[in-house]
């Protein structure tokens, strides 16, 4: 056999109160695109920040070709080869394409030399990307190609890449994974980690499962079945969510001409949308981050101010309500941005818990909190969405980003809404977390309140919604039925690949 | 009243000696600003450097050696609030101000014994036949050495924020340092020199004014100069140029406003006292009015996280 690339054995690093990985031994070939599965917590991160140089692991080796290899910090790790594209883009906003790009070098050309390289590079592997635009301005899969570019211009031998198609369009995925599997056959290894398993499927050459931190198992991804993976990944077997019939009831939210101006400079305007969901209604609304989703929700939520008329709740003017007094009617919504905006990272799961369920849980009398009934309340959405925490108490913070997601869109639920608004419901969250989110969106639904689920997981719109529509640049298209849609066709509706083009050289 | 009592070729040259305390001090605040932290103890800085540099002057005879001994003061004062602020993580904006009060304090207490003496005389620079030129040679090139540094550190600063790596890296520390941490950039490190820098420039600006501008120890003698550069970093939209046009605006109007009050104009005192003020914020106010924008971490506590 071949010396692999990198060889990992007996890799163990431990954190106050947890072992993020424990004993994890792992080969990636020259050349071989390698999986990295776990749940929310499983210690990928862990694992690969220590290949990256960013964590030192308490014991254990690693050797590159061969060769012992240590990176004492991203520099070092770099210099041997190693490139990783963050799931949290690392990029600087008010910096240039090209600045962003030579932060990550080690020895970048000068300025005029390296935009050249940047359009080279940027031609060969078919991700357009002019050098002097500002990084604030681009949307999340052009700043995905800043990262992949910052790795491809120093010719690593490991591309690490963290759930590199959450924000991407099909196609977009699609020409990521051209780019992904040229590298491949130009000699470099790449080390994939994602949720998503049917894409591990179509792409990994072998995949390896993390659980609790331990190595569990490692499989070929194209002779093993995405519930097969996710199984492992669990450790016990897995329900699909399930829809129970029902019918479309009376119109809960409508929406006409919508128009709104984004509050930040970053920001997409709403421009005329027009939709209606009815009771017992899933309407999903796909599209990459940026195309006005957050402006969205802030409007349906009444953070964002509107037009008279533009959003009526069964037939009532909303536009001039408050997001309080909309709860208290049964408007609910929750936002994508969980640390800042649906959850106060400081505050406790219990002061969390009052925040948003003051009015409907009866958590205030006549301006006096009633902690004892908010702790109760925080502690049935801790129990009946499995949020992994020990106890109320703890700040939000302290939670991982799944579990502080499952916390989050269970609040909401619990608070029977007739209208629930959420933004990427699912995202960052494991496959049995997953799951048990859409579920419950569904039960919701089966009750007979109208959900509008923003979205930019396809798949989890297929699953979960009746009718789909797609959001881009501002605009909303006309919301079709989820059944007898294809992916070509979302594709489509999603405004296309943004000016992409397949690898040609 | 009387305007021909002013000398035009005298203000200006007085313009610009009025605005280099206001442009150290604001530059060297511009740079630790970019790197990501809010140091609100510049007039703590400035009045620590004046009082060490009026110190080692009247000690040593030498106002250079003095100039030098303010940098260092004002250096050595900023690396408490570095180690407050990047080693104990303590608010940035609260050390800041208790640099102010300790500096204020500190200076007084080290000043004691030298209230009412004089300090060496500085030098004009010696610029040879360029002074000799009339109007803009007693205007441009009739002035100490620090005028001039003052102007290089501003050109400097520019030129190494925008066209140098180690200014790309320290504009990035301070748009993010989460993501320069994550590509390997020694956040504390890079914020910890900044800072001193920052020190140094104010510590600069203090002595100016009790070496030159005085020239003379009082307690408390920078009269809040370090705030009115504090103010004029963020009008300035974080940019080196226009903190110098803020300066030389500011400066040149308070020397404007003492000639016209000498001279007798019938407008109350107290407008034209507040006439620098308002001139300033008014002129910046529009210039910022462009998408320029904080540096992204501004004032945050960096923490390093597993």
């Known amino acids: ?505 | 009243m009387d305007l021909s009592a002013i000398n035009p070729i005298l203000l200006i040259a007085a313009m610009i000696a009025a605005a280099t305390p206001i442009l150290l001090a604001a530059i060297g605040e511009l740079v630790v600003e970019r790197a990501g932290v809010l140091n609100l103890g510049v007039e703590g800085m400035m009045i620590t450097g004046a009082v060490c540099g009026f110190i080692i002057a009247v000690n040593t005879g030498s106002p250079t050696v003095g100039f030098i001994a303010a940098a260092i003061g004002g250096a050595v004062l900023s690396l408490l609030f570095a180690f407050l602020t990047q080693v104990a993580l303590a608010n940035q904006v609260a050390s800041g101000l208790a640099l102010t009060l300790f500096g204020l304090g500190l200076s007084a207490l080290m000043g004691q014994s030298y209230v009412g003496i004089k300090p060496p005389r500085t030098e004009a620079t010696p610029l040879g036949p360029l002074a000799d030129i009339p109007v803009i040679g007693p205007i441009f090139f009739g002035h100490d050495l620090v005028v001039y540094i003052g102007l290089v550190i501003v050109a400097g600063t520019w030129a190494t924020l925008k066209f140098s790596r180690a200014g790309l890296i320290l504009r990035a520390v301070g748009e993010n340092h989460d993501a320069a941490h994550a590509l390997g950039y020694k956040v504390k490190r890079i914020r910890t020199a900044a800072i001193m820098f920052g020190g140094a420039c104010a510590g600069l600006g203090g002595a100016y004014i009790s070496l030159i501008r005085v020239p003379q120890w009082t307690e408390g003698m920078t009269a809040g100069v370090g705030w009115i550069a504090l103010a004029l970093v963020v009008f300035a939209s974080w940019k080196p140029w226009r903190v110098l046009l803020g300066a030389y605006l500011f400066g040149g109007i308070t020397q404007l406003q003492l000639n016209l009050q000498g001279a007798g104009v019938a407008i109350p005192v107290e407008y034209l006292a507040m006439s620098p003020y308002i001139v300033t914020i008014i002129v910046l106010v529009i210039l910022s009015s462009d998408k320029s924008r904080a540096p992204g971490s501004l004032g945050r506590t960096f923490h390093v996280s597993g």
């Not at chain 1, 609304?285 to 009444?302: M, P, R, T, W």
């Not at chain 1, 629930?420 to 419901?425: A, E, G, K, S, T």
């Open chain 1, 1 to 505: 056999m071949t010396t692999p690339l990198l060889a990992l054995s007996g890799l163990t690093k431990a954190y106050p109160g947890v072992i993020a990985n424990d004993d994890v031994t792992l080969d990636i070939g020259v050349g071989e695109i390698h999986a990295l599965l776990g749940e929310n917590g499983a210690g990928k991160s862990t694992l690969v920040k220590i290949i990256y140089g960013l964590v030192k692991p308490d014991s254990g080796v690693m050797q590159m070709h061969g060769t012992a290899f240590a990176p004492v910090d991203p520099r070092a790790a770099r210099g041997a080869g190693v490139g990783m594209v963050f799931q949290h883009f690392s990029l600087f906003d008010a910096l240039s394409v090209a600045e962003n790009i030579a932060l990550g070098m080690e020895a970048p050309p000068p300025m005029a030399t390296l935009a050249t390289r940047i359009r080279e590079v940027s031609e060969t592997y078919g991700l357009p990307l002019s050098p002097d635009r500002t990084v604030g301005d681009l949307s999340a899969g052009e700043r995905q190609r800043v990262e992949i570019i910052r790795c491809l211009l120093q010719d690593p031998k490991l591309l690490i890449m963290d759930e590199p198609t959450s924000v991407l369009t099909p196609q977009e995925v699609d020409i990521l994974f051209e780019t992904l599997r040229k590298l491949k056959e130009e000699g470099t290894a790449i080390l994939y980690i994602s949720h998503k398993l049917e894409e591990i499927r179509a792409l990994c050459d072998a995949a390896t499962i993390l659980r609790g931190g331990k190595n569990v198992g490692t499989c070929v991804p194209r002779d093993t079945s995405a519930r097969e993976m996710a199984e492992m990944m669990v450790g016990s077997t897995l329900a699909t969510p399930k829809a129970a019939a029902h019918d479309a009831g009376e119109v809960m939210l409508s929406v006409t001409g919508l128009s709104a101006a984004s509050p930040s400079a970053f920001g997409m305007a709403l421009k005329d949308i027009s939709f209606e969901v009815r009771a017992g209604e899933v309407l999903g609304i796909g599209g990459v981050a940026g195309n006005g989703q957050d402006e969205l929700l802030g409007v349906l939520s009444g953070e964002l101010p509107c037009g008279n008329g533009m959003v009526s709740f069964k037939g009532g003017d909303l536009s001039t309500i408050g997001p309080e007094a909309r709860r208290g009617l049964g408007v609910l919504a929750a936002p994508e941005e969980r640390l800042g905006h649906a959850a106060a990272p400081d505050m406790s799961l219990t002061e969390n818990a009052m925040l948003t369920g003051m009015t409907r849980e009866g958590l205030a009398r006549s301006g006096m909190l009633n902690w004892t009934k908010a702790r109760g309340f925080a502690e049935r959405i801790i129990t009946e969405f499995d949020v992994r925490t020990p106890g109320p108490h703890n700040a939000a913070r302290s939670l991982s980003g799944g579990n502080l997601q499952k916390f989050v869109i269970g609040r909401e639920v619990l608070q029977r809404p007739e209208v629930l608004v959420v933004n990427q419901p699912t995202w960052g969250v494991d496959a049995a977390a997953a799951a048990d989110i859409r579920q419950a969106l569904l039960d919701l639904a089966a009750g007979g309140a109208a959900l509008v689920i923003i979205s930019q997981d396809l798949d989890e719109l297929m699953e979960i919604s009746d009718r789909f529509a797609a959001l881009n640049e501002g605009r909303l298209s006309a919301p079709k039925p989820t059944s007898g849609l294809n992916v070509e066709q979302i594709g489509l509706m999603l405004g296309g690949a943004h000016g992409m083009e397949v690898a040609h050289v």
